[in-house]
């Protein structure tokens, strides 16, 4: 388990207070993203791990209480105003239980996480080109250089969010195609996700609009900004990693909420944020991973 920092800091949070190695008692010193960065090589089977949200080497983990609440059911609304959505490849709903199951033995332990996964299906969110791999633990393109998280580092990274507690509301920072858009849809009551690049947003409404999700709202626009008008949120995740985590997003956090975000360039790490006061936060060191960079603007 990675040591927990007891600093608390005065906003705004400096960038060694949530990133770097406390295990080894060495500063944080953060390499420059490498630009333009494509997403990282995907895994061809089970075995190999991915590229974005692909954690290359796990540290002992954080231990979360699991959690055997009960899903909420599945919620009604209009339909997205978009084309059809990509066709039924016939995958079997035996193999999506099976990859949960992997994510089970790999330490996930959250029950309402795991039923939210084996709820979502995955190749749905991909090209049908791909869907043969869309139940392998491992990151697939989806165009733009970005990917789709592996199964696990999506678990895990809810699991934490939650600690074993509803979320209420939560914010999404890169929806890209909207698979963990979707499964964020059954473990908290509202869900806000936000997408800088255009034909993302896009392709997210496409693959979301068969659904029909009434407590998800797609947004366009700078995910380094947050969604100030929704603020705060109980839950904020990150899709993409920076070399630290934007002060917009932290103040938009409520008290008492916590943040998951990768941090870090060719070196990256989870980090657990969580708001104790009006302005002080705590920070966690996780496992690593790999994810593709935080960016700035619109596209």
Request: net charge positive.
């Amino acid at each position: 388990m990675s040591d927990k920092s007891d600093k608390r800091s005065t906003f705004p949070l400096p960038l060694s207070s949530v990133t770097g190695d406390k295990r080894a008692g060495a500063a944080f010193s953060p390499v420059k993203v490498a630009t333009p960065q494509t997403a990282t090589r995907n895994a061809a089977g089970s075995g190999v791990q991915g590229s974005q949200g692909g954690a290359q080497n796990y540290v002992p983990r954080v231990s979360v209480a699991p959690s055997r609440a009960p899903l909420d059911a599945y919620q009604r609304a209009q339909p997205l105003p978009l084309s059809a959505p990509r066709p039924d490849t016939g995958v079997s709903d035996a193999i999506r239980r099976a990859m949960v199951g992997r994510v089970a033995k790999q330490g996930v332990q959250d029950g309402v996480v795991l039923k939210a996964m084996e709820s979502v299906q995955r190749h749905r969110f991909i090209e049908p080109a791909l869907s043969a791999q869309a139940y392998v633990d491992a990151s697939l393109p989806i165009g733009h250089n970005q990917t789709i998280s592996r199964p696990y580092i999506v678990a895990r990274m809810l699991e934490v969010l939650r600690n074993g507690k509803p979320l209420t509301r939560v914010l999404e920072i890169g929806t890209g195609c909207g698979y963990q858009a979707a499964v964020l849809s059954h473990i908290a009551k509202d869900v806000f996700s936000v997408e800088r690049i255009r034909q993302l947003h896009e392709l997210a409404k496409t693959n979301l609009r068969h659904l029909r999700i009434v407590n998800l709202r797609l947004h366009y626009g700078d995910g380094m900004l947050g969604l100030p008008q929704a603020a705060p949120f109980d839950g904020i995740i990150l899709a993409a990693a920076g070399l630290e985590v934007p002060q917009a997003l932290l103040e938009q956090l409520s008290v008492g909420g916590r943040l998951v975000a990768p941090v870090g360039a060719q070196v990256q790490h989870l980090q657990l944020i969580t708001r104790t006061g009006k302005a002080e936060w705590m920070s966690e060191t996780l496992e690593g991973c790999h994810f593709v960079p935080l960016r700035p603007g619109t596209v």
